[in-house]
């Protein structure tokens, strides 16, 4: 009887055990950006809620929040163990909800093709051919790219001075990131997450930086060097692959990477947006060497390896704020509001 009880026993716990491994915590993941001169933008996780948030939002808000699309076709994921993935999201659109009216004109008298955005250009109302769009405003330059999560998270600064990132009590670290869109390529070896929101984002690019740590971050090579980083045309995909580490027990890539049925699924999902982008090419070009020099390949399309089952800035909101009111004066109005604001670290 005693034998029996103790087998009994180990049958429960190898179920409890079985239960536990497949309840892992599960993470979303997707991009974030900002544009200069179009100030166009998704902001960070837990960021401002004026209509372009990731999770579950899939929205972008447009010359600093003139109009905003709801409907732009992220290729958000959520994880929930090491591997290898892609995101993915388009780079044009058009607004379909709170449309400032000042610009565009009132619901049903607007002009379609002026309500288009891109990242490297937005279109307004011709006011001299009514019934017509013109540019209304252009950028050849990212200020915020990157990756958000709704990971919480505790961050151990080291001597150096940056830090260690813990999610459930395992260290975890993003690595072997590759941006692509438009045939071209820019990657880094790892890159940095930042501390500023109530959950965990990693960055790419971050103009809003100070200078000095912005250059070490360059040098350092986990960070993008906006002189040297190209911006989406029209037709683009943008696509970031990227390898993740920490979320499985131990930390053990090779043994996460060959997945689940219902994570390749996924991953397969994400590979498919991936190569149709890719097709027109995907995300942000690759340095190709750590200090972001650009080189220019074929884009093969996407894959994501691990489980996938169901995505901050280091931006402050003032000098978000002031860089998007800059950038804001277009068809005789100026916009007021920032792109994208960061949520603080209580």
Request: glycine share 12%; aromatic share 8%; hydrophobic share 35%.
């Amino acid at each position: 009887m005693k034998l029996k009880r103790v087998i009994a026993g180990m049958a429960v716990s190898t179920i409890a055990a079985s239960m536990f491994a497949v309840t892992a915590s599960a993470y979303n993941f997707g991009i974030f950006f900002q544009t200069n001169g179009t100030w166009n933008y998704r902001n960070v996780y837990g960021g401002t809620d004026d209509g372009a948030v990731a999770f579950p939002d899939h929205s972008v808000g447009v010359q600093g929040g003139g109009g905003f699309d709801t409907n732009v076709d992220f290729g958000d994921l959520e994880i929930t163990a090491d591997g290898t993935y892609t995101l993915t999201m388009p780079c044009k659109g058009k607004m379909n909800d709170r449309i400032d009216e000042e610009i565009y004109g009132p619901e049903g008298d607007r002009v379609e093709d002026a309500l288009v955005w891109t990242m490297s250009e937005n279109y307004a109302p011709d006011a001299d051919n009514p019934g017509q769009a013109v540019v209304s405003a252009t950028t050849d330059k990212m200020n915020l790219l990157g990756i958000t999560t709704d990971m919480p998270f505790e961050a151990e600064e080291q001597e150096d001075g940056t830090n260690k990132f813990y999610v459930d009590g395992k260290e975890v670290k993003i690595t072997d990131v590759t941006v692509s869109f438009g045939g071209e390529s820019y990657t880094l070896d790892e890159i940095y997450g930042d501390t500023e929101g109530e959950t965990l984002n990693f960055n790419f690019i971050n103009d809003w930086m100070k200078k000095k740590d912005k250059t070490a971050l360059i040098e350092a090579g986990k960070l993008f060097d906006t002189a040297n980083f190209a911006i989406p045309g029209a037709d683009d995909t943008l696509s970031i692959s990227f390898t993740i580490t920490g979320l499985s027990e131990g930390g053990n890539t090779e043994s996460s990477q060959s997945g689940t049925e219902s994570s390749q699924a996924s991953g397969d999902a994400s590979s498919a947006a991936g190569t149709d982008a890719s097709s027109k090419a995907a995300d942000t070009s690759s340095a190709a060497s750590k200090s972001g020099t650009t080189t220019t390949t074929t884009t093969t399309g996407t894959t994501a390896t691990g489980t996938a089952a169901a995505g901050g800035s280091d931006a402050t909101d003032s000098s978000a704020a002031t860089g998007a009111t800059a950038g804001l004066v277009f068809a005789g109005i100026t916009l007021a509001g920032a792109a994208v604001v960061v949520s603080k670290r209580k």
